[in-house]
């Protein structure tokens, strides 16, 4: 039978159905990071490292990193928020369709159409690098802001306080949290796109590979790795291009030298415009979590919902600023 044409309760009971089993089957959808191919090609990384550094296997794959307390948090979490998010909070994220036909309109408005719209295969590519370059920019702008922000801060700690790194850790974030991330690239790429709507009179697109965004798809295959503990750096030269995924976890340290650094997503150039960019010399050795003992605050769904209102609300907060947080001396 069609979905589509259930009615009334037995279309309830479907839809409802398929909101539970969607994240088991993340696997399958090629827009979350759980997808197989993701999978795949991070657990063949891992091997490769793992051999050729012959240590720190221990870490990777032991229960005391995937049946931590923290990990098993995620793990809860990760379904709960799967369930819950696209239901209740996803219609708060801005549009970016919309925000792309207003600047479309608004260009329209001031020039007229475009009387011999570019196309070809050339502008397919520039508006493929463009898309994605505004799409990191806002995943960065945002992260800026988680940190810098009290208010936002008190959100973003739901992620910083995973004491262990699993991929299912890149789903620890609480829905304000997501609500902030998913906006900005948003407003980033609906920006681009109304551009390149208007030049193309609306035939421009993108180069897309597994019905994914070809660089998104790539950044994709090795995204996994940030959230673990498998130490893969890209060098001096290219670790202040693209974000790896060691600089990623140190991200994640409790260490002072490594607060508020690192914060760019697939590509690290606006760390180093921004001078939040650490490159690490050798592989460092540091813990995880927020550095100041309130980590099991969050290690319960209703913590993870709840803590930030309270934190905001003035409980449970000892006065100290915040590990991860950016202060003045951070720039």
Known sequence: MDPSQLEGLPCLA?????????????????????????????????IIVFVINRNGGDK??????????????D????????????AIFAPLILSGA???????????????????????????????????????????????V??????????????????????????RAHPVDLIVMASFPAATTGMVNGVFNHVSGGTAGLYLFFGLHAGIFVYNLVGNLRHTHIWLGYG??????????????????????????????????????????????EHEKFAIGLGDDTEERYHGVIGMYLQPFRDLLGQGRDGRRDSHGISTRDG
């Open 14 to 46: 479907f839809e409802a159905t398929t909101a539970l089993l969607k994240p088991l089957l993340a696997f399958k959808q090629y827009d979350s990071f759980l997808y197989w191919p993701f999978l795949a090609c991070a657990l063949a990384l891992a």
């Open 60 to 73: 990777y794959f032991s229960r005391a990193v995937w049946g931590h307390v923290s990990a098993k948090a």
């Open 75 to 86: 793990y809860k979490f990760y379904y709960i928020n799967g369930v819950l998010f696209p």
């Open 98 to 144: 919309w925000l792309g036909g207003q600047v479309q309109a608004g260009l329209v408005a001031l020039f007229g159409d475009i009387s011999a719209p570019l196309s070809g295969a050339w502008m397919t590519a520039l508006y493929t690098v463009v898309f994605f370059l505004a799409y990191d920019f806002g995943r960065y702008l945002a992260h800026y």
């Open 146 to 171: 988680q940190h810098r922000f009290d208010i936002l801060w008190h959100f973003h700690k739901v992620h910083h306080s995973a004491q262990v790194l699993t991929p299912f850790t890149a789903f």
């Open 236 to 281: 001096p030269l290219f670790s202040r291009i693209f974000v790896s995924p060691a600089q990623h976890q140190i991200h994640h340290s409790i260490e002072p030298r490594h607060w508020g650094r690192n914060m760019g997503f697939g590509l690290a150039i606006w760390d180093g415009l921004f001078r939040t960019l650490y490159i690490p010399r």
